[in-house]
Protein backbone atom coordinates (compact mmCIF):
# COMPACT_ATOMS: atom_id res chain seq x y z
CA UNK A 1 0.00 0.00 0.00
CA UNK A 2 1.47 3.70 -0.93
CA UNK A 3 2.07 5.89 1.88
CA UNK A 4 0.61 8.99 2.19
CA UNK A 5 1.78 11.91 4.09
CA UNK A 6 0.77 15.25 5.01
CA UNK A 7 3.37 17.78 4.02
CA UNK A 8 1.20 21.52 5.02
CA UNK A 9 -1.41 21.81 7.12
CA UNK A 10 -3.26 25.47 7.57
CA UNK A 11 -6.40 27.06 9.01
CA UNK A 12 -8.25 30.68 9.00
CA UNK A 13 -8.85 32.31 12.45
CA UNK A 14 -12.07 31.26 13.81
CA UNK A 15 -14.37 34.24 13.41
CA UNK A 16 -17.37 34.75 15.78
CA UNK A 17 -20.96 34.53 14.81
CA UNK A 18 -21.59 37.98 13.19
CA UNK A 19 -17.65 38.61 14.14
CA UNK A 20 -14.99 39.63 11.89
CA UNK A 21 -15.49 37.43 9.08
CA UNK A 22 -18.93 37.27 8.85
CA UNK A 23 -19.01 39.40 5.67
CA UNK A 24 -16.27 37.23 4.21
CA UNK A 25 -17.97 34.98 1.59
CA UNK A 26 -17.25 30.56 2.33
CA UNK A 27 -15.55 30.50 -0.82
CA UNK A 28 -13.59 33.96 -0.72
CA UNK A 29 -12.83 32.22 2.37
CA UNK A 30 -11.75 28.82 1.57
CA UNK A 31 -9.74 30.34 -1.15
CA UNK A 32 -7.70 32.55 0.71
CA UNK A 33 -6.56 29.19 2.97
CA UNK A 34 -5.83 27.23 -0.37
CA UNK A 35 -3.80 30.21 -1.30
CA UNK A 36 -1.84 30.34 1.93
CA UNK A 37 -1.42 26.52 1.69
CA UNK A 38 0.80 26.54 -1.28
CA UNK A 39 2.65 29.09 -0.43
CA UNK A 40 3.66 28.07 2.93
CA UNK A 41 4.23 24.40 1.91
CA UNK A 42 6.30 26.12 -1.85
CA UNK A 43 4.65 24.27 -4.58
CA UNK A 44 2.92 25.03 -7.67
CA UNK A 45 -0.47 24.60 -7.18
CA UNK A 46 -0.58 22.77 -10.83
CA UNK A 47 0.54 19.36 -9.20
CA UNK A 48 -2.96 19.56 -7.49
CA UNK A 49 -4.83 16.03 -8.56
CA UNK A 50 -7.81 17.59 -6.91
CA UNK A 51 -9.19 19.29 -3.84
CA UNK A 52 -11.64 17.85 -1.44
CA UNK A 53 -14.08 20.29 0.44
CA UNK A 54 -16.06 19.65 3.16
CA UNK A 55 -18.75 21.88 4.16
CA UNK A 56 -21.85 21.52 6.36
CA UNK A 57 -24.87 23.45 5.02
CA UNK A 58 -24.53 24.51 0.85
CA UNK A 59 -27.79 26.40 1.23
CA UNK A 60 -26.39 29.84 -0.01
CA UNK A 61 -23.04 31.21 -1.28
CA UNK A 62 -21.16 27.95 -0.43
CA UNK A 63 -23.92 25.98 -3.04
CA UNK A 64 -23.18 24.55 -6.39
CA UNK A 65 -19.10 23.04 -5.11
CA UNK A 66 -17.58 25.63 -2.79
CA UNK A 67 -14.28 23.59 -2.90
CA UNK A 68 -14.62 24.22 -6.96
CA UNK A 69 -15.28 27.87 -6.73
CA UNK A 70 -12.68 28.57 -4.28
CA UNK A 71 -10.21 26.92 -6.37
CA UNK A 72 -10.86 29.10 -9.36
CA UNK A 73 -11.44 32.53 -6.87
CA UNK A 74 -7.71 31.54 -5.44
CA UNK A 75 -6.48 31.76 -8.79
CA UNK A 76 -5.07 28.33 -9.31
CA UNK A 77 -5.03 26.54 -12.63
CA UNK A 78 -8.40 25.94 -14.42
CA UNK A 79 -7.55 22.30 -14.69
CA UNK A 80 -7.01 21.82 -11.04
CA UNK A 81 -10.93 20.46 -9.99
CA UNK A 82 -12.20 20.05 -7.06
CA UNK A 83 -15.19 18.92 -5.10
CA UNK A 84 -17.32 19.35 -1.99
CA UNK A 85 -18.10 16.42 0.63
CA UNK A 86 -20.82 16.58 3.42
CA UNK A 87 -20.53 14.27 6.62
CA UNK A 88 -22.32 17.15 8.22
CA UNK A 89 -19.74 18.00 11.09
CA UNK A 90 -17.25 16.26 10.17
CA UNK A 91 -16.84 17.16 6.42
CA UNK A 92 -13.48 18.42 6.47
CA UNK A 93 -11.96 15.29 7.93
CA UNK A 94 -13.45 13.18 5.43
CA UNK A 95 -12.27 15.10 2.83
CA UNK A 96 -8.93 14.59 4.14
CA UNK A 97 -9.54 10.78 4.64
CA UNK A 98 -10.76 10.53 0.72
CA UNK A 99 -7.89 12.28 -0.23
CA UNK A 100 -5.58 10.12 1.06
CA UNK A 101 -7.55 7.15 0.15
CA UNK A 102 -7.36 8.56 -3.62
CA UNK A 103 -3.77 8.64 -3.55
CA UNK A 104 -3.48 5.34 -1.68
CA UNK A 105 -5.84 3.86 -5.17
CA UNK A 106 -3.22 5.62 -7.66
CA UNK A 107 -5.70 8.19 -8.51
CA UNK A 108 -3.14 11.15 -8.22
CA UNK A 109 -0.04 11.98 -6.03
CA UNK A 110 -1.00 15.34 -4.71
CA UNK A 111 -4.19 16.42 -3.03
CA UNK A 112 -5.99 19.01 -0.70
CA UNK A 113 -7.94 17.62 2.26
CA UNK A 114 -10.28 21.17 3.21
CA UNK A 115 -13.44 22.02 5.04
CA UNK A 116 -15.51 25.20 5.11
CA UNK A 117 -18.09 26.59 6.96
CA UNK A 118 -19.71 30.48 7.05
CA UNK A 119 -21.95 30.01 9.87
CA UNK A 120 -22.62 33.64 10.04
CA UNK A 121 -23.56 33.63 6.65
CA UNK A 122 -25.97 31.03 6.77
CA UNK A 123 -29.35 31.89 4.24
CA UNK A 124 -32.89 31.29 5.33
CA UNK A 125 -34.61 28.68 3.59
CA UNK A 126 -38.04 28.25 2.28
CA UNK A 127 -39.64 24.90 0.10
CA UNK A 128 -41.74 25.06 -2.95
CA UNK A 129 -45.44 24.37 -2.50
CA UNK A 130 -45.69 20.42 -3.46
CA UNK A 131 -49.38 21.71 -5.94
CA UNK A 132 -50.78 24.78 -6.46
CA UNK A 133 -50.57 28.05 -5.06
CA UNK A 134 -50.02 28.14 -1.63
CA UNK A 135 -52.72 30.04 1.24
CA UNK A 136 -51.46 30.42 4.23
CA UNK A 137 -48.42 30.96 6.27
CA UNK A 138 -45.34 29.78 4.55
CA UNK A 139 -42.39 27.66 6.96
CA UNK A 140 -39.21 28.76 6.97
CA UNK A 141 -35.71 27.62 8.48
CA UNK A 142 -32.59 28.99 9.93
CA UNK A 143 -30.03 27.03 7.70
CA UNK A 144 -27.16 28.00 10.67
CA UNK A 145 -27.45 25.08 12.31
CA UNK A 146 -29.52 21.89 13.36
CA UNK A 147 -32.43 19.83 11.57
CA UNK A 148 -34.15 21.56 8.43
CA UNK A 149 -37.10 19.72 5.87
CA UNK A 150 -37.08 16.79 8.23
CA UNK A 151 -38.88 13.62 6.67
CA UNK A 152 -41.85 13.09 8.69
CA UNK A 153 -40.95 8.83 8.59
CA UNK A 154 -37.89 9.88 9.96
CA UNK A 155 -39.87 11.00 13.27
CA UNK A 156 -41.18 7.53 13.34
CA UNK A 157 -38.20 5.65 13.36
CA UNK A 158 -35.80 7.92 15.65
CA UNK A 159 -37.10 11.28 17.40
CA UNK A 160 -35.73 14.33 15.95
CA UNK A 161 -34.22 16.48 18.32
CA UNK A 162 -31.69 19.17 18.71
CA UNK A 163 -28.03 18.62 19.39
CA UNK A 164 -28.26 19.92 22.54
CA UNK A 165 -31.10 17.73 23.73
CA UNK A 166 -28.37 14.81 22.60
CA UNK A 167 -25.99 16.37 25.19
CA UNK A 168 -28.66 16.50 27.65
CA UNK A 169 -29.19 12.55 26.93
CA UNK A 170 -25.04 12.00 27.48
CA UNK A 171 -25.27 13.84 30.90
CA UNK A 172 -28.33 12.21 32.24
CA UNK A 173 -26.97 8.79 30.85
CA UNK A 174 -23.41 9.60 32.07
CA UNK A 175 -23.99 11.42 34.99
CA UNK A 176 -22.01 14.32 33.98
CA UNK A 177 -22.65 17.61 36.59
CA UNK A 178 -23.69 21.42 35.48
CA UNK A 179 -20.32 21.68 37.64
CA UNK A 180 -17.71 19.53 35.42
CA UNK A 181 -19.48 20.78 32.30
CA UNK A 182 -18.82 24.29 33.66
CA UNK A 183 -15.34 23.47 34.54
CA UNK A 184 -14.66 21.45 31.53
CA UNK A 185 -15.74 24.69 29.45
CA UNK A 186 -13.43 27.37 31.67
CA UNK A 187 -10.81 25.01 31.06
CA UNK A 188 -10.94 24.66 27.02
CA UNK A 189 -11.39 28.75 27.62
CA UNK A 190 -8.18 29.09 29.77
CA UNK A 191 -5.76 26.52 27.62
CA UNK A 192 -6.80 28.21 24.01
CA UNK A 193 -6.35 31.84 26.04
CA UNK A 194 -2.76 30.71 26.81
CA UNK A 195 -1.69 29.15 23.77
CA UNK A 196 -2.68 32.36 21.81
CA UNK A 197 -0.81 34.54 24.48
CA UNK A 198 2.41 31.95 23.97
CA UNK A 199 1.89 32.39 19.74
CA UNK A 200 1.43 28.25 19.01
CA UNK A 201 -1.34 29.54 16.96
CA UNK A 202 1.05 31.48 14.68
CA UNK A 203 2.03 28.77 12.28
CA UNK A 204 -0.75 27.01 11.31
CA UNK A 205 -3.09 30.10 11.05
CA UNK A 206 -3.37 31.80 7.46
CA UNK A 207 -4.43 36.06 7.90
CA UNK A 208 -7.31 36.80 6.63
CA UNK A 209 -7.49 40.24 4.42
CA UNK A 210 -11.63 41.65 5.21
CA UNK A 211 -12.16 44.54 3.21
CA UNK A 212 -14.06 47.51 4.16
CA UNK A 213 -16.10 49.94 2.73
CA UNK A 214 -13.48 52.73 3.29
CA UNK A 215 -9.65 52.53 3.54
CA UNK A 216 -7.42 49.53 3.17
CA UNK A 217 -8.56 45.81 4.25
CA UNK A 218 -8.38 44.59 8.10
CA UNK A 219 -6.17 41.63 8.22
CA UNK A 220 -7.87 38.87 10.76
CA UNK A 221 -5.09 36.66 11.89
CA UNK A 222 -6.63 35.68 15.94
CA UNK A 223 -9.00 33.49 16.85
CA UNK A 224 -12.02 35.61 18.45
CA UNK A 225 -14.18 33.15 20.02
CA UNK A 226 -12.50 32.28 23.27
CA UNK A 227 -13.70 34.81 25.98
CA UNK A 228 -11.10 36.90 26.64
CA UNK A 229 -9.73 41.01 26.83
CA UNK A 230 -6.92 42.96 26.10
CA UNK A 231 -4.71 44.11 28.76
CA UNK A 232 -1.37 45.84 28.08
CA UNK A 233 -1.31 44.28 24.35
CA UNK A 234 -1.76 40.72 26.29
CA UNK A 235 -4.93 38.46 26.32
CA UNK A 236 -6.61 37.65 29.42
CA UNK A 237 -9.09 35.09 30.03
CA UNK A 238 -12.67 36.81 30.77
CA UNK A 239 -14.82 34.04 32.34
CA UNK A 240 -15.17 32.17 35.41
CA UNK A 241 -16.69 29.58 37.20
CA UNK A 242 -18.70 32.09 38.34
CA UNK A 243 -20.02 33.46 35.52
CA UNK A 244 -20.71 30.25 33.58
CA UNK A 245 -22.94 29.26 36.25
CA UNK A 246 -25.24 32.15 36.11
CA UNK A 247 -26.20 30.94 32.51
CA UNK A 248 -29.51 29.40 31.84
CA UNK A 249 -30.23 25.46 30.45
CA UNK A 250 -29.94 26.08 26.76
CA UNK A 251 -32.00 23.00 25.43
CA UNK A 252 -34.05 22.11 28.39
CA UNK A 253 -36.05 23.78 31.05
CA UNK A 254 -34.30 21.67 34.15
CA UNK A 255 -30.83 20.67 32.20
CA UNK A 256 -27.32 20.89 31.92
CA UNK A 257 -25.96 22.11 28.72
CA UNK A 258 -25.59 25.75 28.30
CA UNK A 259 -24.56 28.22 25.75
CA UNK A 260 -20.92 28.77 27.93
CA UNK A 261 -20.80 24.72 27.73
CA UNK A 262 -21.15 24.05 24.37
CA UNK A 263 -19.42 24.96 21.08
CA UNK A 264 -19.88 28.65 19.04
CA UNK A 265 -21.34 28.86 15.84
CA UNK A 266 -18.71 30.08 14.09
CA UNK A 267 -16.98 30.94 10.51
CA UNK A 268 -13.62 29.54 9.42
CA UNK A 269 -11.93 27.26 6.46
CA UNK A 270 -8.97 24.79 7.20
CA UNK A 271 -6.44 22.90 4.30
CA UNK A 272 -4.22 20.50 4.60
CA UNK A 273 -1.85 19.26 1.48
CA UNK A 274 -1.43 15.45 1.23
CA UNK A 275 1.01 13.70 -1.13
CA UNK A 276 1.94 9.78 -1.62
CA UNK A 277 4.98 9.90 0.05
CA UNK A 278 7.38 9.06 -3.35
CA UNK A 279 5.91 12.92 -4.56
CA UNK A 280 6.92 14.52 -1.67
CA UNK A 281 10.81 13.11 -1.39
CA UNK A 282 10.95 13.75 -5.46
CA UNK A 283 9.77 17.48 -4.83
CA UNK A 284 12.70 17.88 -1.77
CA UNK A 285 9.34 18.22 0.89
CA UNK A 286 9.85 17.22 4.50
CA UNK A 287 6.54 15.81 5.66
CA UNK A 288 4.99 16.52 8.94
CA UNK A 289 3.38 13.13 9.17
CA UNK A 290 1.85 9.91 7.84
CA UNK A 291 -1.68 9.53 7.80
CA UNK A 292 -2.13 5.82 8.71
CA UNK A 293 -5.73 5.14 8.26
CA UNK A 294 -9.61 6.28 9.51
CA UNK A 295 -12.58 4.89 10.50
CA UNK A 296 -16.23 5.91 10.47
CA UNK A 297 -19.05 4.59 13.23
CA UNK A 298 -22.85 5.09 13.04
CA UNK A 299 -24.38 5.36 16.40
CA UNK A 300 -28.26 6.12 17.46
CA UNK A 301 -29.03 9.83 16.05
CA UNK A 302 -30.18 10.38 20.06
CA UNK A 303 -26.53 9.93 21.19
CA UNK A 304 -24.42 11.35 18.55
CA UNK A 305 -22.20 12.55 20.71
CA UNK A 306 -20.87 8.93 21.25
CA UNK A 307 -19.97 8.57 17.43
CA UNK A 308 -15.66 9.41 18.29
CA UNK A 309 -16.20 6.05 20.96
CA UNK A 310 -16.43 3.04 18.17
CA UNK A 311 -15.00 4.95 15.36
CA UNK A 312 -11.65 5.00 17.60
CA UNK A 313 -11.88 1.73 18.79
CA UNK A 314 -12.76 -0.08 15.13
CA UNK A 315 -9.62 2.42 13.82
CA UNK A 316 -7.56 1.38 16.37
CA UNK A 317 -8.07 -2.33 16.32
CA UNK A 318 -7.71 -2.26 12.72
CA UNK A 319 -3.93 -0.11 13.16
CA UNK A 320 -3.18 -2.64 15.86
CA UNK A 321 -2.41 0.22 18.22
CA UNK A 322 -3.31 0.89 21.76
CA UNK A 323 -5.11 3.72 23.05
CA UNK A 324 -1.83 4.15 24.97
CA UNK A 325 0.64 4.74 22.09
CA UNK A 326 -1.83 7.61 21.07
CA UNK A 327 0.55 10.68 22.46
CA UNK A 328 -1.64 13.61 21.52
CA UNK A 329 -5.49 14.14 20.96
CA UNK A 330 -7.81 16.58 19.43
CA UNK A 331 -11.61 15.96 20.30
CA UNK A 332 -13.75 18.16 18.46
CA UNK A 333 -15.91 19.82 21.54
CA UNK A 334 -19.61 19.88 20.27
CA UNK A 335 -20.33 19.92 23.91
CA UNK A 336 -19.07 19.70 27.31
CA UNK A 337 -20.99 16.72 28.13
CA UNK A 338 -20.17 14.88 24.90
CA UNK A 339 -16.37 15.35 25.40
CA UNK A 340 -16.49 14.51 28.53
CA UNK A 341 -18.86 10.78 28.20
CA UNK A 342 -16.39 10.23 25.26
CA UNK A 343 -12.95 11.03 27.47
CA UNK A 344 -14.73 8.52 29.70
CA UNK A 345 -15.84 5.88 27.45
CA UNK A 346 -12.77 5.78 25.85
CA UNK A 347 -10.29 6.47 28.53
CA UNK A 348 -8.81 9.76 26.93
CA UNK A 349 -6.31 11.51 29.34
CA UNK A 350 -6.98 15.10 29.81
CA UNK A 351 -3.51 15.67 29.60
CA UNK A 352 -3.46 14.77 26.09
CA UNK A 353 -6.66 15.91 24.79
CA UNK A 354 -7.22 19.38 23.11
CA UNK A 355 -4.36 20.29 25.18
CA UNK A 356 -4.48 24.45 23.34
CA UNK A 357 -8.29 24.32 23.83
CA UNK A 358 -10.98 23.11 21.94
CA UNK A 359 -14.37 24.28 20.47
CA UNK A 360 -16.05 25.35 23.16
CA UNK A 361 -13.24 28.11 23.28
CA UNK A 362 -12.28 28.59 19.45
CA UNK A 363 -15.25 27.77 17.97
CA UNK A 364 -17.08 24.78 15.86
CA UNK A 365 -17.35 25.99 12.20
CA UNK A 366 -19.04 22.89 11.40
CA UNK A 367 -18.12 22.05 8.04
CA UNK A 368 -14.28 23.25 8.81
CA UNK A 369 -13.83 21.90 11.92
CA UNK A 370 -12.14 18.43 10.93
CA UNK A 371 -9.06 20.00 9.14
CA UNK A 372 -9.02 22.35 11.52
CA UNK A 373 -8.50 19.69 14.64
CA UNK A 374 -5.99 17.90 12.42
CA UNK A 375 -4.21 21.29 11.37
CA UNK A 376 -3.92 22.19 15.39
CA UNK A 377 -2.81 18.24 16.12
CA UNK A 378 -0.01 18.48 13.81
CA UNK A 379 1.32 21.93 14.69
CA UNK A 380 1.10 20.34 18.37
CA UNK A 381 3.17 17.20 17.67
CA UNK A 382 5.68 19.03 16.00
CA UNK A 383 6.45 21.59 18.80
CA UNK A 384 6.22 17.94 20.94
CA UNK A 385 8.04 15.92 19.14
CA UNK A 386 11.61 16.73 20.27
CA UNK A 387 10.53 15.35 23.61
CA UNK A 388 8.52 12.32 22.43
CA UNK A 389 9.47 8.47 21.68
CA UNK A 390 8.40 7.24 18.41
CA UNK A 391 6.45 5.76 17.17
CA UNK A 392 4.61 9.26 17.82
CA UNK A 393 0.66 9.00 17.03
CA UNK A 394 -1.98 11.07 17.06
CA UNK A 395 -5.72 10.50 17.02
CA UNK A 396 -7.95 13.47 15.46
CA UNK A 397 -12.27 12.65 16.25
CA UNK A 398 -15.40 14.17 16.00
CA UNK A 399 -19.00 13.31 16.58
CA UNK A 400 -21.40 13.90 13.66
CA UNK A 401 -25.21 15.44 13.74
CA UNK A 402 -27.78 12.24 12.74
CA UNK A 403 -25.46 9.71 14.80
CA UNK A 404 -22.02 9.00 13.56
CA UNK A 405 -18.49 9.46 14.59
CA UNK A 406 -15.65 10.01 12.41
CA UNK A 407 -11.54 9.32 13.44
CA UNK A 408 -8.20 9.59 12.05
CA UNK A 409 -4.67 8.44 12.98
CA UNK A 410 -1.80 9.74 12.06
CA UNK A 411 2.14 9.20 12.78
CA UNK A 412 4.80 11.91 12.99
CA UNK A 413 7.70 11.53 10.82
CA UNK A 414 8.88 15.00 10.39
Known sequence: MRDVVIVGAVRSPIGRHNGSLSSV????LLAEVLKGLVERVGIDPALIDDVYAGCGNQAGEDNRDVARMAV???????????????RNCSSALEAVNQAAKAIIAGEGDVFVGAGVESMSRAPWAIPKPERGQPVGHWKM?????????????MHARYPIVGLGETAETIADEMKISRADQDAFSLESHRRAVEAINAGRFHDEIVPIPVPQRKG??????????PRYRVDNGRLVLDTSTEQLGTLRPAFRKDGTVTAGNSSGINDGAAALLLMSAEKAKALGLVPMARWLGSAVAGVDPGVMGYGPVPATEKLLARLGIALDQIGLVELNEAFA??????????????EITNVNGGAIALGHPTGCSGARILATLLHEMKRRAPQESRPYYGLATLCVGVGMGVSTVVEWIG
Not at 25 to 28: C, L
Not at 72 to 86: K, Y
Not at 339 to 347: E, K, N
Open 216 to 225: DPIVVDTDEH
Open 337 to 350: AQSLGVMRRLGLRH
Open 141 to 153: WDTTVGWRFDNPR
Open 25 to 28: RPDD
Open 72 to 86: LLAGWPVEVPGVTIN
